[in-house]
Nanobody, 128 residues
Framework: VQLVESGGGLVQAGGSLRLSCEAS????????IGWFRQAPGKEREMISY????????HYAEFVKGRFTISSDNAKNMVYLQMNNLKLEDTAEYYC??????????????????????WGQGTQVTVSS
């Protein structure tokens, strides 16, 4: 199983970035997949994910209206479009996936406890 992120970088406040995650080694459509982030000294937190069972999209309150998650199941890709970036969005961003078995046992992928697979991360830095 492999998740590979790309698209991070340095951007000014108010700008946009699009993160990509390429998944391999598992059946993409059978997993919930999404994005977490971790800033220095803080816990890793869920940003957004797509549920495997009904493909609904979920967002943390602090990104609603600014970030949009999407996927291309044919390409095993998931994306995170980030608009109106703020200084506090600076963090390492991780692609994450959860198996259907974990979802049944532990519930939705709302914290790092419910994640089965992680990417290596991509840094997003927002400057003033």
């Amino acid at each position: 199983v492999q998740l590979v992120e790309s698209g991070g970088g340095l951007v000014q406040a108010g700008g946009s970035l699009r993160l990509s995650c390429e998944a391999s080694g598992f059946t993409f459509a059978d997993h919930s997949i999404g994005w977490f982030r971790q800033a220095p000294g803080k816990e890793r937190e869920m940003i957004s994910y797509i549920s495997n069972n009904d493909e609904t999209k979920h967002y943390a309150e602090f990104v609603k209206g600014r970030f949009t998650i999407s996927s291309d199941n044919a390409k095993n890709m998931v994306y995170l479009q980030m608009n109106n970036l703020k200084l506090e969005d600076t963090a390492e961003y991780y692609c994450a996936a959860q198996t259907s078995a974990t979802a049944r046992a532990m519930g939705a992928m709302t914290s790092f406890y419910e994640v089965d697979y992680w990417g290596q991360g991509t840094q997003v830095t927002v400057s003033s």
